[in-house]
Every structure is written in structure tokens, then in C-alpha cells.
Nanobody, 119 residues
Framework: VQLQASGGGLVQAGGSLKLSCAAS????????MGWFRQAPGKEREFVAA????????YYADSVKGRFTISRDNAKNTVYLQMNSLKPEDTAVYYC?????????????WGQGTLVTVSS
């Protein structure tokens, strides 16, 4: 499985960004996907996940109400719409193939895309 994340960049606090993660190598629609992030000097943390069966979504409390995860099975792509961004959202964002809220729940990882939120 190959995962290619994109869409990161520099944005002012209060702004928005939309991340994309294109998957290849497996039947995309049969697997759940998630987003994690890792800030400098911190551990990688769960952000959001979307199931494959019914599209159920789960979010970390820190992003609930601001971020939205979605998927387009026809395009083998998962998205993370990030609104009302805060400086503490600054991190490298990773998409991953799996299901759960822990790093070890995921088998495959994209290369990461940097999101920087300025105050």
C-alpha cells in the first residue's frame, strides 16, 4: 500500500486547509483510514479516522468541531478539512491505513505533510 499525503502549508490562525491522501495498492474502499499528527518534540497523536463500512468518523477532542474527515472511494482518497486553525495545530500530518486511535493500530503510513499555523 502506498499513501501520498498533500495539501499542507502555511496559514494564519483562524484559517483553513484541506489535506488529501491518495492511496494505491489495495482495495481502498475496504479499509479504514486515519490522520495523525506530530508536532516538534512531541509524540505522534491521533487526529481523526473514518471507517470503511458505514463512513463513521471519530475525532480527537482537540479537533472536534473544527476538522472533518471524509473519503472518496472512487478516487481512492481521504481528506481532512481543517477549519479555525490554531497555532497548536502546527505539526506534520500523516495519513495511515488501519483503524483505531493508536499508532500501532495502523499498518501503512504516508510520508507526511507539514502544516504551519502562524499566530
Amino acid at each position: 500500500v502506498q499513501l501520498q499525503a498533500s495539501g499542507g502549508g502555511l496559514v494564519q490562525a483562524g484559517g483553513s486547509l484541506k489535506l488529501s491522501c491518495a492511496a494505491s495498492g489495495r482495495t481502498f474502499s475496504s479499509y479504514a483510514m486515519g490522520w495523525f499528527r506530530q508536532a516538534p518534540g512531541k509524540e505522534r497523536e491521533f487526529v481523526a479516522a473514518i471507517s470503511w463500512s458505514d463512513g463513521s468518523t471519530y475525532y480527537a477532542d482537540s479537533v472536534k468541531g473544527r476538522f472533518t474527515i471524509s473519503r472518496d472511494n472512487a478516487k481512492n482518497t481521504v481528506y481532512l478539512q481543517m477549519n479555525s486553525l490554531k497555532p497548536e495545530d502546527t505539526a506534520v500530518y500523516y495519513c495511515a491505513w488501519g483503524w483505531g486511535t493508536f499508532v500501532h493500530d495502523y499498518d501503512y503510513w504516508g510520508q507526511g505533510t507539514l502544516v504551519t499555523v502562524s499566530s
